[in-house]
């Protein structure tokens, strides 16, 4: 008599998913800070899907209409166009932070020089197709981004490019020019994004860094005993996270969203466009950006002229990022013994929130010399200095706690523990929880109960999610 066989085992033989090349993971590594990665390629699947949904309604001829009129009038188009908005910000956020646990943990050295590269490329890819998105939209805040956008140009002696990236004039080929250059940007970032998990996958996964003895190359081989086969267990905690990721895209543009709490969002974090620039209200909103492009604003407002702002807010930044792997060619892998390098990420992180917080605080307000040494120079100095006194310390102590830290890990152990049982149940009861809610969202109106229903998804995804993380415990933890 034959072996019983599942949808699992049919789904899996037809796909041949067992064949997949895709390398396993160690069991410490199923945690957020290892999955950065994978939480902006969440978002980006939900970007082109949300993209090529809107791509159906969106007019260049009539931008802001057409915006306004996706909201209005299309079904679940609140949702769409809220969750697009709010994708793009969460998907900013994980790349930001994967960049810096890679930069903090010296991913970025030898064999992953490249990769490290590539991930500055995507990186600015998404600030730049966040840039125009957000112009596309049509309203005030639309028009004065691409104002700033042909003063940089200007500034920098590029205004001859002002036409390649913003048309000739007319509002029709405005955003025309806008929404191709979306496309594009779009496309280069999934052939980028393709390439650096192509070279992911073959440079092999970075282990702890206390299991590479802090040295480079630090690579975890695929014989290792710790890994599993990827299918279905990665297949499995990357579903839940997907789900996790989309319900918080989904929730919290919707709960901003909502009548009750609309009225009192600042516009900086608004799920849906601000007034149109030729309506009266527009002379009372403040030329905010993005909150991801607040830092860049308020260094235009520095003293030294916009092109040396530009410069040193953008061109020298990225090169410094662009170079980390030829600066620092050592093998050491703890930060301590990288000081330049951690002194470089910790004192960009702490002028990027400087900056950020001041230009929110006082857009468009230029600034004197002497307010910006005040600022800018105090992490300057305290950082290069209380990295210099911890490395001094640390080359003192160093074999001392290099040699002892893997006692104290075993020592430690886990702090909490879940009964499988607990999380069997849990999974079952989360799943039902789904299913209840998103039956209660068929009830509502899809266009002009929009807000309620994406409260609705979300909650239901992050359901889902929830169950399928119980499940994978279950299962394989």
């Known amino acids: 008599m034959g072996e019983k066989r599942d949808f699992t085992d049919w789904f899996t033989d037809l796909l041949h998913l067992k064949d ?7 069991d410490y590594m199923f945690s957020i800070e290892h999955w950065l990665g994978g939480i902006a390629a969440s978002a980006l699947a939900w970007q082109a899907i949300t993209g090529l949904l809107l791509l159906l309604y969106y007019q260049p001829s009539d931008a802001y209409n057409s915006t306004m009129a996706i909201i209005r009038t299309v079904p ?102 806008l929404l191709g250059w979306h496309i594009i940007i779009a496309a280069a970032i999934i052939l980028f994004f393709v390439i650096h998990f192509y070279l992911a996958e073959e440079n092999g996964l970075m282990p702890r860094l206390k299991d590479a003895n802090y040295r480079a190359p630090a690579i975890i081989s695929r014989s290792d005993p710790r890994i599993k086969p990827w299918w279905p267990r990665n ?13 918080l895209i989904i929730l919290i543009p919707s709960i901003l969203a909502l009548p009750s709490v609309y009225p009192y969002v600042p516009i900086l974090f608004s799920p849906y466009p601000g007034p149109s620039p030729t309506s009266p209200q527009a002379a009372a909103v403040p030329a905010y950006p993005p909150w991801f492009f607040l830092f860049l604003y308020k260094m235009a407002d520095m003293p030294l002229g916009l092109r040396y702002d530009m410069v040193l807010s953008m061109i020298v930044p990225i090169i410094i990022l662009l170079i980390i792997p030829a600066i620092d060619r050592s093998e050491n892998l703890h930060p301590m013994d990288r000081p330049l390098i951690t002194a470089l990420a910790l004192i960009g992180l702490t002028w990027l929130i400087e900056l950020s917080v001041w230009s929110a605080i006082q857009p468009g307000v230029p600034v004197m010399l002497l307010w910006a040494a005040l600022v800018m120079l105090p992490p300057l100095v305290i950082i290069a200095a209380g990295i210099y006194v911890l490395n001094r310390y640390w080359l003192r102590i160093r074999g001392v706690v290099l040699n002892g830290g893997g006692a104290m890990q075993q020592r430690q152990g886990r702090s909490w523990f879940l009964s499988k049982s607990a999380a069997s149940m849990l999974s079952y009861i989360t799943g039902i929880l789904a299913i209840i809610v998103i039956a209660l969202s068929v009830m509502l109106n899809p266009i002009t109960e929009g807000p309620y229903i994406g409260v609705l998804w979300g909650s239901a995804l992050l359901l889902l999610s929830a169950s399928i993380f119980n499940y994978f415990y279950v299962l394989y933890m």
């Open 20 to 26: 997949v090349p895709f390398m396993g993971v160690p």
């Open 76 to 177: 679940f188009g609140s949702i769409i166009l809220s969750s697009h908005l709010y994708g793009a910000y969460i998907m900013i956020l994980a790349v930001y932070m994967h960049g810096l646990h890679i930069m903090f943990n010296g991913g970025y050295k030898k064999p992953r020089g490249f990769q490290w590269i590539l991930g500055v490329l995507l990186f600015v890819l998404t600030l730049g197709i966040s840039f125009v998105g957000y112009s596309l939209t049509g309203d005030v805040l639309a028009t004065d981004a691409v104002d700033v956008g042909r003063g940089i140009l200007t500034s920098l002696g590029l205004q001859s490019l002002i036409p390649v990236f913003f048309g000739n004039g007319t509002e029709l080929d405005l955003f025309t020019r």
């Open 235 to 247: 297949f499995i905690y990357m579903v839940a996270m997907a789900f996790m990721v989309w319900g």
